[in-house]
């Protein structure tokens, strides 16, 4: 049984999955901060921004948000001025991702008085400052437990690269099904096909699970110290 | 690519095809159907056994719910695609597909659902056991039909989610419209921009109405002061 396992996770096949799992996690990361970073922006405008800015964001959100996420993996790939598989593939998902950050952070607004505006202005904030320091602390406080589940989906959504051949862990775990011969020497069996899967699937789980945890976890603590401050 | 889409003939050829993108569209609609369908029987399912007093089947409920909404959609439709034919099950690619995305939708959906009971108020459940209501009777005639209204916008959401994940049928050469602008794009002429500008037309022309419809709902139930499932969850996880 371990001779088995040693056997089937042998340093060769857990470095080849762990390296395409690192391809998986740097793409994640690069589109989460970046379609937060535009998303934020994009929300913006189309709360506050005049008319034909305001248009524009919408037109731009709705179309990216009503549209998959693969479709727009198949476009940057082929289409996308950036040099490398994976880069082009990252901006696909910062395409789609910023729309649907933006429009979390659009729901976040609508939840804060316009009456705080007006406050602010009879302080003295400027309109850069009221958003920074007044606007959108409180918005991502409201908005974080849905934006956390969206950037469960982008980790979730870059196995959308396997289809482009750019070697994530889903696209190895599937390819070391026809390499397996040559890399450990036999032919391969249900089992071992299952535990690889289950091994990928795990790995999946375990970042995503993790996440979902951190948040509960930051909900709670806001939730002890505001009522602490209530009291 | 750009340069493509303001080239006639490539859209001249795209269009002498029609009857094919016809059928993959109506493939999607199908496959979208079929996995609602499914995803709507076993969220209400799940939904019930995570609201449940007896703490198995809302264990039972919790790990379908996390497995699914954790692990990537296209790892669990490689594995029944690729993995199970090992052990003899052979699926073809569209049963694979519109099992998978139901299957994967369910989990939202049963979180959907539980947050819609979360909602009703705890005196409602009393008072119908008191009336002598089973608590069959009491979720199909009492609880459910109230909780409708209020989770309808993220149902509708998830249901969007749904058509756009029936995409992920291309990869397993589901015959749907990703798969069939995919093939049509990669064909001899490699009319990349028309294939898939018409692909996306398409799926915005699905899903734009029901999102937009689910947005101005919610809004509308927001302006009523009713509690949407959203803040349920939210208010859920403080006191926890």
Excluded at chain 1, 38 to 58: D, E, F, M, Q
Aim: net charge positive.
């Amino acid at each position: 049984m371990i001779a088995y396992f040693t056997e089937l996770f042998s340093p060769t096949i857990l470095l080849y999955l762990l390296r395409g799992f690192a391809i998986t996690l740097r793409v994640a990361a690069i589109a989460i901060v970046l379609s937060i970073l535009i998303g934020t922006v994009l929300g913006l405008v189309r709360s506050y921004a005049p008319w034909p800015l305001r248009k524009l964001a919408g037109a731009y959100i709705e179309w990216f948000r009503n549209t998959p996420n693969l479709l727009w993996v198949m476009v940057c790939f082929i289409a996308a001025p950036l040099p490398s598989d994976w880069a082009r593939c990252t901006m696909a998902y910062v395409l789609f991702t910023s729309a649907m950050m933006a429009e979390i952070v659009r729901g976040g607004l609508n939840s804060i008085p316009r009456g705080q505006f007006e406050a602010a202005q009879s302080q003295g904030f400027t309109l850069p400052g009221t958003l920074w320091y007044i606007i959108l602390p409180q918005c991502f406080r409201h908005i974080i437990p849905t934006m956390l589940s969206q950037i469960i989906t982008v980790v979730k959504d870059t196995s959308f690269m396997a289809q482009v051949a750019v070697a994530e862990l889903l696209f190895r775990t599937k390819n070391l099904m026809s390499i397996f011969y040559n890399v450990v020497g036999r032919q391969i069996t249900a089992m071992d096909v299952f535990l690889l899967f289950g091994f990928a699937m795990l790995l999946y789980f375990a970042v995503n699970f993790t996440l979902s945890c951190v948040v509960r976890f930051l909900q709670k603590r806001d939730a002890v110290t505001s009522a602490q401050a209530r009291n | 690519m750009i340069e493509q889409i303001f080239t006639p003939w490539r859209w001249q050829n795209l269009f002498t095809e029609w009857p094919l993108l016809l059928r993959a569209f109506l493939t999607t609609l199908e496959a979208a159907v079929l996995a609602l369908l499914l995803a709507l029987i076993l969220g209400v399912i799940f939904g019930l056994m995570s609201s449940s007093h007896h703490r198995l089947p809302r264990a039972v409920a919790r790990v379908y719910v996390e497995f699914f909404q954790n692990t990537p959609l296209m790892i669990q439709l490689f594995f029944v695609f690729f993995a199970l034919p090992y052990a003899g099950i052979n699926l073809p690619s569209f049963t694979c597909g519109v099992l998978c995305v139901g299957v994967y939708t369910g989990a939202y959906i049963s979180e959907v659902v539980r947050a819609g009971i979360g909602s009703i108020p705890r005196g409602q459940f009393e008072a119908a056991y008191s009336q002598g209501f089973t608590y069959l009777q009491t979720m199909t005639l009492i609880i459910l039909p109230q909780t409708v209204k209020i989770i309808l916008p993220p149902l509708v959401n998830q249901c969007v989610n749904l058509i756009k994940n029936t995409s992920v049928l291309a990869m397993i050469a589901g015959g749907d419209l990703m798969y069939v602008a995919n093939n049509w794009a990669t064909n001899g002429n490699a009319s990349y921009g028309p294939a898939y500008l018409i692909c996306g037309v398409l799926y915005f022309c699905l899903c734009f109405p029901l999102s937009t419809w689910a947005r101005r709902y919610e809004e509308k139930l927001k302006r009523q002061d009713i509690r949407t499932p959203e803040e349920v969850l939210e208010t859920e996880a403080m006191a926890s």
